[in-house]
């Protein structure tokens, strides 16, 4: 167990609906990454917050969002949702103080996306 | 882009040491080398770490050449359970400048432990 919770497990909706997908990082990690791998692609990096406050944006779609909140709890909000969006989307938290190298980075069990 | 070349398959038989080579000549000398491994779509889950130093923990053993433009990861006695795929990722320490440490992940190596 890693620590990092998400939520749900597993999700299928339709075209065009939108969902959000939740992250709770490890107890005392202020950063907060999203990664999506879909069959063809890998695991691509989507963006990274610290301490609430974006800090790296990777191949997020403008149809993809984030926030992460006060608690550092992170959502990663996926709207307009097409078929080519179903994949394994994967939190992943570190300390990450700035300052520190080497910080490692754990990630939670991904949720499913299944769009029908 | 991702940074390393790793083999895109290996296998190994039960019991014996698996030793996972990775390429990284371009790496800079603020870069670690991180090795991670995903387990049939699970989350990829961190094995170790290393600078220019060997590094041993419980799973595994890190040799970084001293040039620092490859390395190995040797699981000691490899099991059905390692079977997977190892990823070799070179990873920007952010440092002082606060930037992302993020991982860039390449098509890894597909390790196969057999009976």
């Known amino acids: 167990d890693s620590g990092v919770t998400q939520t749900p497990k597993h999700l299928i909706t339709a075209t065009g609906q939108r969902v959000t997908l939740r992250c709770s990082p490890r107890?005392?990690?202020?950063?907060v990454y999203w990664y999506q791998q879909s069959l063809d692609q890998g695991l691509q990096f989507l963006i990274q917050?610290?301490?609430?406050?974006?800090?790296a944006k990777g191949n997020i779609l403008e149809r993809f969002s984030a926030q992460q909140f006060p608690d550092l709890h992170s959502e990663l909000n996926l709207s307009s949702l097409e078929l080519g969006d179903s994949a394994l989307y994967f939190c992943?938290?570190?300390?990450?103080?700035?300052?520190?190298?080497?910080?490692?980075?754990?990630f939670g069990e991904g949720s499913w996306l299944t769009v029908v | 882009d991702a940074k390393t070349t790793q083999p895109p398959s290996m296998d190994c038989a039960e019991g014996r040491a698996a030793n996972l080579p990775c390429n990284h000549s371009t790496i800079s000398g603020n870069e670690y080398v991180y090795w991670y491994r995903q387990i049939h779509s699970q989350g990829p889950q961190y094995i170790i770490h290393?600078?220019?130093n060997n590094e041993t923990n419980e799973m595994a053993s890190l040799i970084i050449t001293e040039d620092r433009k490859s390395s190995t990861l040797i699981l000691p006695h490899a099991t059905l359970r390692d079977t997977a795929v190892y990823y070799c990722?070179?990873?920007?320490?952010?440092?002082?400048?606060?930037?992302?440490?993020?991982?860039?992940f390449g098509k890894g190596m597909k390790l196969t432990v057999n009976p």
């Open positions: 290393g600078l220019k």
């Open positions: 990722i070179v990873r920007l320490a952010g440092g002082s400048t606060g930037g992302s440490e993020k991982l860039v």
């Open positions: 992943a938290s570190s300390v990450d103080t700035g300052g520190h190298s080497g910080n490692t980075i754990y």
């Open positions: 107890s005392g990690d202020l950063s």
């Open positions: 917050y610290y301490n609430g406050e974006e800090r």
